[in-house]
Each structure stands twice: as C-alpha cells, then as structure tokens.
C-alpha cells in the first residue's frame, strides 16, 4: 500500500486532536506518524500525518466532516521538504565512544549528553536519513529512543497557511469537497 | 435584556430563540438548574416528561422527521445522558437532525469520577455531528447557537450540548450578540455545473438509466423538482427505504424499493442499467448488496450534501456535491427533454414475472392471520383516509411495511434505517403525534420492539396524546432474526422465541384502548374501531407466526441473487 504524507490545518479548539484520531481508529486507517503543533497562526494547529492506505481519499474527506478541520492536503506528490527529529540514547564505553561520534557527525547528528556509559544524540534530517542512522547505531546498543514523526512543508511559493481559511468566511466553500 | 441571568435561563433563552417549541427529557442532578429555570418557559415551550431518556431521544427524532425541524432532547449527566446514547447513534446514521442537551457534573469535580459523571462527549464523539462541554456560562449562548447550526445545515446530524451544573447556576448578563466562527463548515450546497453537465451528458446517452432517490431528497424538499426531473426524462424512480415518500409509488415511472427486501424487479433494473443517478441516498449495504457486484454495468452518478459519502461504498463516474433541490433544479435546466424508452417497458415485463406487491399479498384460503392481511387493510384505509404518517419500528413487520403500503408523500414513512434501532417506533410516534396533532400516527411494530419501549405509552397518555394508533404485528419471535436462523442457520431457533404480556390488556393498564385480533375478518373492523376511538389505541394483531419476508437478497451476497419465495421444504429439516 501507498504512503501518503498529509498536511493538515485545524482551529485549535478542545478535543479536536481526539476526535481526528477517534476517526482514523474507528474507520480503520492505518496511521504510520501523526504530528501535531502550532502553526504561524494563532489559534490554528497545524497536524503532518503518514497513513498506508489505498483509500486516501477517504482519510481527507472524513476529515474534512470535522467541524474544526480548515483544510487536507495530499503533499505525497509534491516537493517537500520533510523532516523527522528522534533521540537516541546510545550505549557506549571508553574505547568505542569516538567511534560513535565520528559516526554523529557523519550524519550531521548533535551530541547533546554525555555521561560514562551513554551518549544522547540528536538526529533531525528527512525520515530515511534518520533511519539510516538509527540502522547504523543500532549496533552500539540502543537503550532508549525517542522519534518525533514526520513533519513536512511543500517547497517554494506555495503555502499551507492558517490565515488563509480563517475570517474568510465570504470565500464560499473553504472545506468542502475535493470535487468542486 | 441587560439583567443577569442564570446560566440556565441563558439556556431556555437559547431555546426560544432558534424556535423551540418542544423538547423531551428527564431531570436529574446535574440538570436540575436547568430544570428550575424551564418553569418560567412553560409557556414559551413545551416540555414532554418521557420514561426513558431512549424514548426522549427516538421522540425528539420523530419530531424532527416529521417537521424537518431540529429534535431536541435532554438528560441528565451518567445514566442520564448514556441513555440518549442509542439514539444519537441512531440520528446520526439517518441524518437526523438532533440537538441533545445533558447536565454534567461541576466543573470542579469534572474529570474526578464524580458522583453521575460520565464523559459523555467523550462517548460521542464518533456519533455526533459535533459536541461540546461547556464549563462557562460565557459560551452558553455562542455554543447554543452554533449546535443548532450544524445540527440542521448541511448534511444535518445529531450534536450534543453537554453543560456543567455550575455553568448553569453561575449567573451573567448574556450576550446575543453572536458571530458564528465556523471557518472549516462551508456545506457546498450548488452543484459544480461542469459535473451536472457531465451528468447530463451521460444521462442523455443512457439507453437504460435510472434514478435512485433517496433521505436527501426528503430532507432538501425537493420530491417537487424529482418529479418534474423524473418526468422531464422518461427515467424510472427508485426509492430507498428512506426515500419512501420522495415520489409516489402510484406514479407510472416509480418501480419501488431495491435492496435487500427490495423489489426483484428492482434490483434486476439496477443489475441492467447503464446509468444510475443516486439523489441524497449513501449506498448502504443493505441497498447495494455485495457492493463489488452492484450495478456491474452502470456509469454512476452520486449526488450528495457529504462529499466524505461519495466513492465511499461505490466507485462512481460523476460526483455531485450539493443540496439535492438545487441540483435537481440545475439537471432540470440543463437536461433536455427525454422521451421514455422501451426500457420502462422492460422492467414492467420484468415485473410482470416476479413477484410484486399484489402477488404478495395473495393470502391462502384460511381465517388464520397473516402478517399481510393487516398491511393490506391498512393500505387501503390509510389511502381512503388520508392525513397520516406511519411510524414503524425494526424487523420483519418493518420490511413488510415498505413493501406493501404505497407511499406517496414526503415524511410520511418514518423509520429507524441504518441504525436499525428496535424499540425506535413508540417513542417516535410520540414526537410526531406532537409535531402533527391533526394527522393519525400509526404505529407498526414488532411484540419485540413494543416491548422495548413501551413505557412511553405513559407518556403518551400523561400529554394527552389522542392520534396515535398502534399495530403490533405479534409472532411470538425476534421474527427477522429467527427468519435468518430458519434459511441459512437450518431453524436452529437460538434465543428468538419471544413471550409478552397481553398487548391488551397491558394497554388497558396504560389507559389507552386495547384490542386483540387472531382472525382475518377481525382485522377491517379493529381499524375502524381504533379510528372511532379518541384516544390512543393498541392493537394485537396475533398472526402466523413462522412468515418470512421476501423477496431477499442474503447478506453478502449480490442483489441480482435473491431468494424469491420460501424455499420448499428443507430435505434435511
């Protein structure tokens, strides 16, 4: 199946991240990651979410029937950049510690703690490349992880922006179909 | 209005406002301020004490299906407000438009497992159009307003308005002054007019199209402008079961219901035509069957206010989103006129050779009571008198029913359909009684049914409700279940013989009239003895008892593959 990456913008308002995962479980929607936080705008949230499905379609328009939801959009397709962050709290010893930092750096990883038998490394890059970096360090011995999910922003001019679908009431339709 | 007020009086004043004139509840705790502040409304709205806050709920849905208005109904917070659980659920199936209000407990305690505290918008959340906790009186009006909004824009549905006690206590001086925020809600209600030309288009070419009409219609008032389309076109009509009503069965370009108690016919038409245009209906399984295998060689059009329904359960070539009146008026303008094909004539012939209401209701030469005796009966009084609405519960009786009564007007059919609630037909006659004190409200139910909800009859009888009749097509069993149990599970009859009282006599305990019928020449005489009667009237109709509806398409399987007429005997029974 297909991996679509979704972006999503939504009126931060109670509840409204429980009810877009209440309908991702209970229409049977596999979702891979699903990141939520504020956008530029106040008072919208802006929401990245990975999902394997063949009935994408289905996930924006279900979405779209929650009342908060401004606007879905499939950035699959377009050019994106698409960034992932994870923390890993690496095993290590005196004689193999160099090694691990040489590999940090190798990836453009940060070191941000060190103590006698562990290294904490943040990883921030696209979600191969951070995978590829946790296959590479698994080795060492991982004793804690954490991966933040995909977040993503489609390249050049074009914007996902909050304000656009806020006090725009006259525009007609903002979050209707994908058809008209 | 610049004096304080209780966050309650906020919320009758709310009431007032978007035109209330009823609503159905119980108090309890949590409401109780609520409550306090209704007895200065009293005259402003009327308030029906139900029995159950289930019957609060199908009550206010009767009255919404059979106004178009908004439904509402109110509980109390935990047991309170579970018990409107099952019809939200069964308003949001049907689109329902429903504004549920509970009690919750303070905000103080909120959240501590207090004493009647469920999270109720937590529980319905995936059966509401949308819901609210409210914990300030400050949101009340602005929330007020903004549920009855969605609840009867758009495609409508149920919302639940769940307010803390000290909210409603709390006191302030309101603010009418409201702006709705609802940046993400822009129900599109005109049709793209590139897509109606596309579906015009292929309309035209069509050699063998069809029209599904289905709830949307009803609820958009557009049973005029199908007629004229349908006219207009030459394109034979089919309803859903929900779309009973949206255009007269006694028209020559109706053909009837499709689906899984559906038409042979009818089903046989959706299996051959080369276009079909589904107006306001969403494909429910039990109308498509296998839906891999439903209308193999149609080029579907799907009108609909819900974008999210369109493609959902089937692929389909033009989607239309809008509201189903200005759509049908966008296809009148731009669809020219259509001369009727010999393909009415083939699903006449079709019909012609399967069977069809009348054969149906040919009866063996006996005095024993068959469930159709009474549906016969009643077709012909309800068509001789006029002025009714017929609300009918879920099950065998409830198939029977849309068969075999013709249905001619708009929200003249009322029924629990895609949330198949037993127990949705007593309650609900109760809101349309009050909705329609001028109509006669008939009932048709199962014993099982009937014995889910009807405490309501006191209720009925404490309002003075006088228009409701009701017929309890009694066979002593879950009848539907034991109707699968006896083809497809060989009449292993697990849990489905089903004992009552006697309906009679229980009505007589209720104050209303009771009757009892067993034999086919009782049937005429006890309807027009429940039409003298001023009052609510309960009939026991005790037919045969092992009647299986049919004709019936077994789940799962296509809709061109149904099973006509009982199978004779089963070699291995």
């Given amino acids: ?180 | 209005m610049s004096e304080k007020m209780t966050g309650a009086h906020i919320m009758c004043e709310a009431l007032v406002r978007e035109g209330v004139e009823v609503i159905f509840g119980i108090p309890g705790g949590a409401i109780m301020p609520f409550y306090y502040a209704m007895y200065e409304y009293r005259d402003k709205f009327r308030h029906i004490l139900c029995r159950h806050e289930q019957g609060a709920g199908h009550a206010a849905e009767g009255y919404a299906r059979a106004t178009g208005r908004v439904g509402v109904c109110v509980a109390t917070s935990g047991p309170g407000a579970t018990n409107l659980v099952t019809p939200i659920a069964d308003a949001w199936m049907d689109s329902t438009p429903l504004v549920a209000i509970t009690g919750q407990v303070s905000s103080l305690v909120v959240g501590k497992d207090a004493f009647q505290e469920t999270d109720i918008t937590g529980i319905t959340m995936p059966i509401t159009k949308h819901n609210y906790l409210v914990k300030r009186i400050d949101d009340i009006p602005y929330v007020m307003k903004e549920a009855f909004y969605l609840a009867s824009t758009g495609r409508p549905g149920p919302v639940l308005v769940d307010i803390t006690k000290d909210a409603q206590q709390a006191r302030t001086v309101p603010n009418w002054d409201i702006k709705l925020a609802l940046p993400g809600y822009k129900p599109t209600l005109q049709g793209n007019r590139k897509q109606i030309r596309a579906a015009v288009e292929l309309l035209t070419g069509a050699q063998k199209p069809l029209i599904m009409a289905g709830n949307g219609v009803i609820m958009a008032g557009a049973t005029e402008e199908l007629r004229t389309f349908a006219e207009r076109t030459g394109i034979p009509v089919i309803t859903t079961l929900h779309g009973l009503g949206a255009f007269p069965e006694d028209h020559p370009l109706s053909i009837g219901m499709p689906g899984m108690h559906g038409w042979v016919h009818v089903n046989r038409a959706i299996q051959e035509c080369d276009v079909l245009i589904n107006i306001g209906g969403r494909f429910d399984d039990r109308v498509t069957g296998k839906a891999s295998t439903f209308a193999p060689n149609a080029r579907v059009i799907h009108v609909d206010i819900d974008p999210s329904e369109i493609g959902k359960n089937v692929r389909t070539e033009v989607p239309i989103v809008g509201d189903a009146k200005l759509v049908l008026q966008a296809l009148i303008e731009e669809m020219p006129p259509r001369e009727a094909t010999a393909w009415m004539q083939h699903i006449r012939q079709l019909q012609a050779t399967h069977q069809h209401k009348q054969q149906y209701l040919n009866r063996p030469d006996t005095n024993q009571l068959m469930p159709h005796d009474v549906y016969a009966a009643l077709n012909r009084t309800l068509k001789e008198r006029g002025n009714y609405r017929v609300i009918t519960d879920v099950g065998q009786h409830q198939m029977w029913a849309a068969q075999l009564i013709d249905w001619s007007r708009p929200r003249s059919h009322i029924t629990s359909g895609g949330s198949g609630t037993m127990g949705f037909a007593v309650p609900a006659a109760l809101g349309a009684a009050i909705a329609c004190p001028d109509e006669t409200i008939w009932v048709i139910c199962g014993d099982g049914g009937f014995q889910m909800t009807n405490q309501e009859l006191a209720t009925i009888v404490q309002e003075g409700i006088t228009n409701i009749k009701i017929a309890i097509i009694n066979n002593g069993y879950l009848g539907m279940v034991r109707q699968w149990q006896e083809l497809f599970e060989d009449r292993r009859y697990s849990h489905t013989l089903l004992s009552g009282p006697d309906f009679a006599r229980l009505a007589e305990a209720y104050g209303v009239c009771g009757m009892t019928v067993e034999t086919v020449d009782g049937v005429e005489p006890a309807i027009e003895a429940a039409y003298n009667h001023k009052g609510t009237v309960v009939i026991d109709f005790r037919v045969e008892r092992e009647v299986n509806v049919f004709p019936m398409v077994p789940q799962g399987k296509s809709i061109g593959d149904m099973i006509e007429q009982q199978p004779t005997a089963n070699p291995t029974a």
């Fill in chain 1, 1 to 180: 199946m297909k991996k679509h990456t979704l972006v999503a913008l939504m009126q931060d308002r109670p509840g409204v991240l429980t009810r877009a995962v209440s309908l991702f479980r209970r229409r049977g929607f596999n979702i891979e990651s699903l990141t939520v936080g504020h956008s530029e705008t106040p008072g919208i949230s802006r929401m990245t979410l990975v999902v394997e499905s063949e009935a994408v379609e289905q996930v924006v328009k279900q979405l779209y029937r929650l009342i908060e939801v401004l606007k879905v959009s499939d950035v699959t397709d377009d050019p994106a950049v698409e960034r992932e962050m994870a923390l890993v709290k690496v095993h290590c010893t005196n004689t193999n510690r160099s090694e691990i930092v040489t590999l940090t750096q190798l990836f453009d990883a940060k070191i941000v703690d060190v103590a006698n038998t562990s290294i904490i490394v943040e990883m921030t890059g696209s979600p191969n490349k951070v995978q590829n970096f946790v296959d590479v360090i698994r080795p060492f011995g991982i004793k804690e992880m954490m991966r933040t999910g995909r977040v993503a922003m489609v390249r050049g001019a074009r914007t996902h922006q909050g304000s656009d679908y806020v006090g725009a009431e006259e525009n007609g339709h903002v979050a209707a179909s994908t058809w008209n």
